[in-house]
């Protein structure tokens, strides 16, 4: 009788397991379908995706090209520079230091670090958290400083960065795709770059690595990686649990790792950029389930600003949700501007995902000047049916309404006046909320300065050159110059 109830629960145990491993054929078919709207969209020559459950590949595709000149296809053996996902894999070491005793995340940055020289009060878990600018500890800027922790862990571990990867990461999991791209001697294999331009061009590999980034692999490594996050064989829960929390209510970011809530779901996920390569990984803790994007072009991560925090911006990102977390894969991904109409029963995830068109539409506007229209449109949609937009508002929204402007200043289309109301006021309100935000203020620097507003626009330009303890950027350049030149 005993083994009789061992076995029914054995049998309801992994029947329970298979139940929730299950992806349908609609969802699959969905996914797809969308994958290559999206890849024709963004004219990405290649795409490599896999989508992994509870340990296993459920969905693994490549789409399109690694060598469009050549016609060579994508396929598992294509490697890909996964630029800042290499984060990941430096909070992991990070996490690793600290279970051997070897640091500790509250210890101060200058203990390991002599330059360049950084304020006393950061500590190693500001800076692995993107918090070490402005107000230390309060607030998330995305920074370069990230890479000054390959210092600290060479002198915590005693071992260069690239010995301290491939002796605790690359050769336990046995990764034999995956490597630190030093040079040119080691692109066999790899995807060929590619840039938009006037169509797709022949792009180039920035070569060198860091804590940041560096990093080379492919879909079959990633997600043996994935894995032993998921089963914590690389490190312990408190570990990752750690590195998955964010680092303050509110913020984006937790250890080399972003981590937000969307309609009741922890997202986990890191994303990779360079001029020529975008990567995308996607975790869901709760269901097991993670997403893995490589691209070689920078169009997977870019038209998102992906750098905000925010992976909902993301339309591959929505469509992997949409199908798959929140079971709607009769939901369209792109909507059409004339035939849009409101869904009262999936509000959330219809704005979000609107805006998201909206604001890939705007960046593809550079290409294309009728996507100016059609972004604006869509914008208008959800300005008209969700009032509340300072509710909403967020960098991703006033960067989109400001890349309409400047899309029609550098195409010399005329003022695009239509969103000035909006953009006045969610500056504003994004200014109180963070007097120091660089990305804010170059947005409204610019704005003033168009409209002939010299005071306005110096006191957004001064609050960035002005501002302490932020690393230079391209915003520190542009403020630099126009007060220069309107000295």
Known sequence: MKHFIKAIILILFFSSCEKRSVVTDMQTEKFTSELLELKEYFNIPGLAVSIEKEGETVYREYFGESDVENGTKLDSNTLFPIASITKVFSGVLLMRLVEKG????????????????????????????????????????????????????????????????????????????????????QIIGIAKPYILEDGVEDGFIDYGYSASAGIVSNLEDLAIFNKAMDRDLI??????????????????????????????????????????????????????????????????????????????????????????????????????????????????????????????????????????????????????????????????????????????????????????????????QLSQQEPNNPYVHIYMGTYYDRKGNKEKARHHFESIVKAKNFSQNWYSWEAKKWLEENH
């Open 102 to 185: 070897k640091l500790s995340l509250s210890d101060p940055i200058n203990r390991y670090v002599l330059q360049p020289a950084i304020p006393d009060e950061i500590l190693i878990h500001h800076v692995l958290s993107h918090t070490s600018q402005g107000n230390v500890g309060l607030h998330f800027y995305y920074s370069s400083r990230f890479s000054i922790l390959t210092q600290v862990i060479e002198k915590a571990s005693g071992q260069t960065f690239a010995e301290i990867v491939q002796n605790e990461i690359f050769i336990p999991l046995k990764l034999k795709n995956t490597f630190l791209l030093k040079d040119s001697t």
């Open 235 to 428: 490190i312990n829960k408190q570990s990752k649990e750690t590195m998955f929390s964010s680092f303050r209510e509110g913020l984006p970011y937790g250890y080399g790792i972003f981590n937000q809530q969307f309609e009741n779901l922890n997202l986990v996920w890191a994303y990779g950029q360079y001029d020529c390569y975008s990567s995308l990984l996607l975790k869901v803790p709760s269901e097991d389930i993670t997403l893995i994007l490589l691209a070689n072009n920078s169009l997977l991560s870019d038209p998102a600003r992906l750098i905000y925090g925010d992976v909902t911006s993301s339309l591959f990102a929505l469509s992997f949700l949409k199908n798959f977390l929140l079971d709607l894969p009769q939901m369209p991904l792109l909507e059409s501007p004339e035939t849009i109409t409101q869904d009262l029963d999936h509000q959330e995830i219809q704005r979000k995902k609107i805006l998201a068109q909206a604001l890939s539409e705007s960046y593809m506007a550079r290409y294309d000047t009728e996507k100016l229209e059609s972004s604006a449109k869509l914008l208008e949609f959800v300005f008209t049916n969700y009032l509340d937009y300072l509710n909403y508002a967020d960098l991703n929204l006033l960067h989109n309404l400001s890349f309409l402007k400047d899309v029609a200043f550098y195409k010399e289309l005329g003022d695009f006046k239509r969103f000035d109301q909006q953009i006045e006021t969610i500056g504003e």
